[in-house]
């Protein structure tokens, strides 16, 4: 990366409970931007993870003393990058990792767009063994990405505002997609570099005499799942109908997916029934465990 770009890119990755494995991820792309947020969201840190962080002069650590949400600990990340002067914000899970030059590749496509339209870049996302990016320079315009890999423009996020921190995590990712279109922003994803990220836990499916892989959720992502994207495709309907239906029928499936195939689907389904009873009551933020 040029040493103009590395001045302009900033990174920030979202911490819960992290493992030491976390490090070998954020070494990926630490070189690509010219500091890192790490914001904590754990409720108790890891002393050992800290430590390390603390050490590299490129790491700036803040600690949210207790899980705050994805959508605060991005808003936190945007608002040092901007305050350090950064146009741009590369946005990281912690248990994503960047392959060599993605930062580089993301700009190469800003390059060739009017980058006062452009609301977020992102690289293709590798969530399966055996999946890789393509090897063509396509930059193309995309209704919505996963948050991890985003390179977020600055400017636009000072014009459309915040990560909205009610919806605590999932659907976040979304929301804000929708939300630079509906202001006229667009969202591009670069095809020829990719993110190895891990979504949810992989389990090994036999059917039919076929072998293949499912993401499974735990049954506190599902609650917020469900909730909130009730809430965004509400939000959003008339604005976007064909997401509307289409994410009508993910959900469908994804349950039908559940029935068949997930562990723990009784749990799931109570979580996902207690999520929509939450968005038709109005009730956001984070979720917290009710009396029986």
């Known amino acids: 990366m040029s040493s103009a770009a590395h001045e302009q890119v900033a990174g920030v990755v979202v911490l819960y409970n992290p493992a030491a494995d976390v490090l070998d991820n954020i070494r990926s792309y630490l070189s690509q931007v010219g500091r890192l947020y790490a914001i904590d969201n754990s409720e108790r840190s890891n002393p050992e993870v800290v430590r390390q962080l603390t050490a590299i002069p490129a790491v700036s650590y803040h600690s949210n003393s207790g899980n705050l949400g994805v959508a605060s600990a991005l808003n936190r990340g945007a608002e040092l990058a901007l305050s350090d002067g950064y146009r741009f914000l590369l946005t990281m899970d912690q248990d994503s990792r960047a392959v060599p030059g993605m930062v580089s590749a993301l700009l190469h ?7 006062a339209t452009v609301g977020i870049i992102s690289p293709s996302h590798v969530t399966k063994p055996g999946v890789s990016s393509v090897d063509v320079d396509d930059c193309r315009k995309v209704q919505y990405v996963m948050t991890s890999g985003n390179l977020l ?6 014009t459309v505002g915040a990560f ?19 202001h006229g922003f667009s969202v591009f994803q670069v095809m020829n570099t990719h993110l190895d990220h891990r979504v949810g836990e992989l389990v090994e499916v036999k059917f039919a005499n076929s072998l ?16 909130n994207r009730f809430f965004v495709a509400n939000m959003y309907r008339w604005a976007f109908p064909a997401f509307w239906w289409k994410d009508k029928w993910r959900f469908f499936l994804e349950i039908c997916r559940l029935l068949l195939f997930e562990p723990q689907k009784i749990l799931k389904i109570k979580m996902m029934w207690r999520g929509w009873s939450d968005y038709r009551q109005g009730k956001y933020g984070k ?6």
């Open 153 to 158: 423009n600055l400017r636009t996020y000072q």
């Open 164 to 182: 909205k921190e009610d919806l605590f995590i999932d659907f976040v990712d979304v929301e804000y997609c929708l939300r630079l279109k509906a």
């Open 212 to 227: 293949f892989h499912i993401t499974s959720h735990s049954p506190l992502r599902m609650y917020y799942k469900t909730r």
């Open 287 to 292: 979720y917290h465990v009710r009396q029986s």
């Open 109 to 115: 496509c800003l390059s060739k767009l009017d980058q």
